[in-house]
């Protein structure tokens, strides 16, 4: 035992995956401070996605109430559809925080395999609906659902589910790229044939960022990261609309702002507006057929002008909170799939806030992905609250594992022997 443990001390830190590392240093804190610790953890999910669900409503009917009276003759049109996906989306956290983070490694295989067939049905003629060039929905009567949001989801809890049973085998680079690679490459390809780079941009991205929390070899990550950002640009440059998009629309909006950079433009106007205090809530007068997509991808833009500078940091830090309660969950979690899953969540909902929030302000490409929990869409919110669901089932499982005696030591005698 204690040649091990001398072993295992030796081990340097940087080859050891990044949570377990920070994990190991709460291991000496009193068992009664990681149950507090545990639970306050649950209260910085679920009190910032509240807030920022009941933010997003009031939201979406003010800057959608314009464009819904003159699309369907009643200004509570957006607001009433997204009021019925808010219901159904608390329901579906309630139901997977109550569920054993444990199922979705069972359902992982299953989740991808329902998916993939639902993205390629986008394509269809007569279920699939194509919008601003993308082909993204599939018609389902009254709603309209986007396959691809379920996708990240499925994807997470797949790529958990290989990086835990392959937990000694990462160093070698054949036993991580399969089945992982195929996997992305397929997912992914479909994404972008539906002309969506930002969701592809989110997936890839969480799965880089799961491969760092589980502790993968930096030059491999290295080597990993160049090949993504290649495959980007050339995403970017090897279509005409992403290459207008990039250049005219991101680079240099102000040379045409009444064409490919008028949405950027206007985002920035309607941020400019606001000032301090903002013009008062509902009171924006960009939502007046000025700026395009003001109740979805662009209504941060409306935040900031109807609340002011203090509204639009007020809800930069409830995102900063909740992300801040995703990686303790993930840090705290009671087994490594637990971690990898937290880790997944945590970084598809980061990922997607910073890339929405990078294209209304102007330091990111407009790429067409809503605010999560905040702008207006269905199935992203459904999926986004199922998603923290899962959190709070991974920060519960903390909390018992930690509350039963003896918990500590079992905890501490496996991750020995896997050393």
Known sequence: MAGRETVRSRQPASARPALQVVRASRERAPRRDRVAENRTSLLMLLVPASLLTIVGLVMVLSAGSISAVEGYGTSFWYFERQSIYAVVGILGLVITSRLSHGIWQKLAVPMLVAVVPLMLLTF???????????????????????????????????????????????????????PLAPIVVVVAGIVIMQRD????????????????????????????????????????????????????????PWTDPKGAGYQLVQGLIALGSGGWLGVGLGASRQKWDYLPNAHSDFIFAIIGEELGLIGALAVLALFAVLLCAGIRIAVRAPDTFGRLLAAGITSWIGLQTI?????????????????????????????????????????????????????????????????
């Open 355 to 419: 890339e929405n929030l990078g294209a209304v302000t102007g330091l990111l490409p407009i790429t067409g992905v809503p605010l999560p929990l905040v702008s207006f869409g269905g199935t992203a919110l459904v999926v986004t609250l199922a998603g923290i669901g899962i959190l709070a089932s991974i920060a519960r499982a903390g909390v018992a594992s930690t509350s039963r005696p003896g918990a500590s030591r079992g905890a501490s005698a496996a991750r020995r022997v896997r050393a």
């Open 124 to 178: 269809h003629s007569s279920a699939g609906t194509s919008l601003y060039g993308a082909s993204r929905w599939i018609n389902a009567g009254p709603i309209t659902i986007q396959p691809s949001e379920f996708a990240k989801i499925a994807l997470i809890a797949v790529t958990a589910t290989v990086l835990s049973t392959k937990w000694r085998k990462l160093g070698d680079v054949r036993q991580l790229a399969l």
């Open 197 to 252: 780079l930002g969701t592809t941009v989110i997936l890839c991205g969480t799965v880089f960022l799961m491969l760092f929390a589980a502790g993968v070899r930096g030059r491999h990550l290295t080597v990993v990261g160049l090949a993504g950002l290649l495959a980007t640009a050339l995403l970017i440059f090897g279509e005409s609309y992403r290459r207008t998009r990039f250049l005219d629309a991101f680079v240099h």
